[in-house]
């Protein structure tokens, strides 16, 4: 029976993952206003569309962030869904608020008529 040859000192595995004393390869992680901007997209399109505002800069700047780290960052996908997002929920106000204005949506009310 025959083994593989042993890897080289301070190394634990392949190559490019690090090795057993914490050196090598660090996962990027997610920028954390990629992550706010999907969430008050979100928030602006299922319950209060002015919070979608929030979502656009958020994505905006977490994209301009993560280009400038140069791969050390990941979320450009969430930023640009949070930007997407919160574009939707304002168009969506906008157009809920010229129908009130205009008198076509109307909330409903607790009176009753006699």
Request: contains cysteine; charged residues 5%.
């Amino acid at each position: 029976m025959s083994y593989s040859a042993p890897p080289p000192p301070g190394q634990s595995g392949p190559p490019g993952y690090g090795d057993q004393y914490g050196g090598g390869y660090v996962q990027p992680g997610n920028n954390p206003k990629a992550v706010w901007a999907l969430v008050t997209g979100l928030l602006g399109l299922l319950c209060c569309g002015p919070v979608g505002i929030a979502g656009i800069v958020l994505g905006n700047s977490a994209k301009r962030e993560i280009d400038a780290a140069g791969g050390a960052q990941t979320g450009r996908g969430m930023a640009q869904a949070g930007v997407v997002l919160g574009i939707i929920a304002v168009v969506w106000t906008v157009i809920a608020l010229v129908l009130f204005v205009t008198g076509v949506l109307s909330l409903p009310s607790s009176s009753t008529s006699p």
